[in-house]
């Protein structure tokens, strides 16, 4: 069993930033892809961005484009989410997920694709 670890979360006003962290409990098996997702109040979980960890490709939900960058530490079986120009409807818990199997040509980017989820860190940005 892979436990996930998010970290990072907090308040910010909007504009600041913030970095998520999720850290694997073993190099995620053979793991194809992690991805970050996250869920406000009263809506479906939406996908942020995701990472494929055979050649470090990436994917982005239009609206994070341009201000939120994922990455991946191989050594550290951990992936980043650095959000930056914050804005009040990214106030939500974010989630990180480990993909097992993938498409070759972009990372997973539905709930379904993914098998293990970690618990969740908040995130709330003050406008």
């Known amino acids: 069993q892979v436990q996930l670890v998010e970290s990072g979360g907090g308040l910010e006003q909007a504009g600041g930033s913030l970095r998520l962290s999720c850290a694997a409990s073993?190099?995620?098996?053979?793991?194809?892809?992690t991805g970050w997702f996250r869920q406000a109040p009263g809506k479906e979980r939406e996908f942020v961005a995701a990472?494929?960890?055979?050649?470090?490709?990436?994917s982005y939900e239009d609206s994070v484009k341009g201000r939120f960058t994922i990455s991946r530490d191989n050594a550290k079986n951990t992936v980043y989410l650095q959000m930056n120009s914050l804005k009040s409807e990214d106030t939500a818990v974010y989630y990180c997920?480990?993909?097992?199997?993938?498409?070759?040509?972009?990372?997973?980017?539905?709930?379904?694709?993914?098998?293990?989820w970690g618990q969740g860190t908040q995130v709330t940005v003050s406008s």
């Open positions: 997920a480990a993909a097992v199997r993938g498409s070759p040509w972009s990372p997973p980017s539905k709930v379904s694709e993914y098998d293990y």
């Open positions: 990472v494929r960890w055979i050649d470090g490709s990436t």
């Open positions: 073993r190099r995620t098996f053979s793991s194809y892809a």
